[in-house]
């Protein structure tokens, strides 16, 4: 009670004060300081609460990853948070009172004041400026002609959020956190054990609106950040970000989240639909990639193409971060909730590279030797465009390629020869978990690395057993 308490009053306090997003109240705080001193109280004042509200924030990302990692359940609502978003990370990071104010300045810049200064007399939601931002981002597809018409605009707050990687990354964690709601309700209602399931859980309108607010997230950040940790430094915490640069580390961490909670709108995260809960990092590893290991058809669930495809398309964009080949993030920097974001990731990949081996194989061996075993299917398409399996099973594993660093143009050539030899098809799950194991064993910085390698070698082991007699033969 004293948690709400103290998070409302002091919400009602500071509703019509500078929140560094262009609130009510900016138009009086961008006025020239009177003196040097009231400058300064000025930006201690905006430290003081800027502080508050990002550690907040930082409570509600953390006991959202320990419910997405080991499936407990939140303590911390989004509804409960009534502050608004954290700033732009510049004035976040300004170095004194003036540098603070200069970067105020020229983000408050709007290509239409005019409209943007009506917003300044609205009344904040009960809910929240959070909530309100939620909000507008899973709301905006629906009656947006009527929207325009009446001259109703997006927050400023939200087209601000190209230069916020934080509240990027709180956005599309509250959209993963509705995600799994939706999703465990739907296990509880509408899951009968008797029979096979559809691997899509949530219905088409849950997730045409989730996925519209993900896309409008996508639309308002920036793409391509490169280098996106090149400018690190441990020693010197003020040189993260160079003057006149929008890169930050949280970048590459807001984008493996993404495409984590795009995937999952399809493919929900295993232990949440079978209801394990660990009490610890290792057991929650060892529980997934158990639950990730193959099984019965009986058993498994039905992957519809709609589906697949809908995968197919983040799981790319997500292995490319994490292949330290083609990714600009060295694995040592990254932090250990994204390096399990990414096992995850790897994890139903692995899973479709299972399903679409036995049609890509048959189709190669039809392509060699024809129906009949005598050629004729050699004028076949090769290249899986007559053959969806094919077609994914290719677009993975161009995805994997599992060589040294300085090794990148030989890894190329090697990846163009695999459609001339079919009989690296077979061994496709094998490869996938030897890229798996290279590539987590890479991640030293924290021991996260470590068990995901330790998980998967043993898979990798059961997998070259099954494989092996066919290589041989």
């Not at 262009?22 to 020239?32: A, L």
């Not at 170095?95 to 917003?119: G, L, M, T």
Request: charged share 25%.
């Amino acid at each position: 009670m004293s948690q709400d308490s103290s998070l409302d009053s002091f919400s009602a306090k500071s509703a019509g004060e500078d929140s560094g997003y262009g609130e009510e109240g900016d138009e009086d705080d961008m006025q020239e300081p009177v003196s040097e001193d009231a400058l300064n109280d000025q930006w201690q004042e905006f430290i003081k609460k800027e502080s508050r509200k990002r550690c907040v924030y930082m409570l509600y990302l953390l006991d959202s990853q320990l419910a997405i990692l080991c499936n407990l359940r939140p303590m911390l609502s989004s509804l409960e948070i009534k502050y608004d978003l954290p700033c732009c990370e510049d004035i976040w990071l300004a170095r004194s009172d003036r540098d603070w104010y200069e970067r105020r300045r020229q983000r408050f810049k709007s290509f239409d004041e005019p409209e943007d200064n009506a917003y300044a007399h609205e009344t904040p939601p009960s809910q929240g400026f959070f909530y309100e931002a939620s909000q507008t981002l899973l709301h905006s597809g629906r009656g947006s002609d009527k929207e325009t018409s009446s001259g109703k605009r997006q927050p400023r707050k939200l087209r601000l959020l190209w230069a916020s990687p934080f509240a990027a990354v709180i956005l599309v964690t509250q959209l993963q956190m509705m995600a799994r709601e939706l999703t465990h309700a739907s296990c509880l209602l509408e899951r009968p054990k008797a029979q096979r399931r559809a691997l899509s859980i949530l219905t088409d309108k849950q997730h045409a609106q989730i996925s519209q607010a993900l896309k409008g997230i996508a639309e308002l950040v920036p793409r391509n950040q490169k280098p996106v940790f090149s400018f690190f430094d441990f020693g010197r915490m003020d040189t993260l970000v160079p003057d006149g640069s929008d890169q930050t580390p949280l970048w590459h961490t807001f984008w493996i989240l993404w495409y984590y909670t795009s995937i999952t709108l399809s493919h929900p995260d295993s232990l949440l639909v079978s209801g394990v809960v660990e009490s610890n990092l290792p057991l929650a590893i060892a529980t997934a990639g158990h639950l990730a290991t193959p099984r019965c058809k009986e058993k498994r669930d039905i992957y519809e193409d709609r589906d697949v495809f809908r995968i197919l398309n983040d799981l790319e964009m997500a292995l490319d971060l994490l292949n330290p080949i083609k990714s600009t993030a060295p694995p040592a920097l990254e932090n250990p909730f994204i390096t399990l974001l990414g096992f995850k990731i790897c994890l139903v990949g692995w899973r479709l590279v299972r399903l679409t081996m036995p049609a890509a194989q048959q189709n190669s061996a039809t392509t060699l030797h024809g129906p009949g075993g005598m050629g004729v299917g050699m004028f076949s398409s090769s290249n899986g465009r007559s053959n969806p399996s094919r077609f994914v099973l290719d677009a993975i594993m161009a995805c994997v390629v599992n060589v040294e660093d300085d090794d990148v143009e030989n890894a190329a050539a090697a990846l163009a020869m695999l459609d001339d030899r079919p009989v690296d098809l077979a061994r496709s799950e094998v490869r996938f978990l030897e890229w798996i194991v290279a590539n987590f064993n890479k991640r030293t910085t924290w021991p996260v690395g470590k068990w995901v390698a330790a998980v998967m070698e043993e898979s990798l082991s059961k997998a070259r057993e099954a494989y092996a007699a066919p290589i041989n033969d």
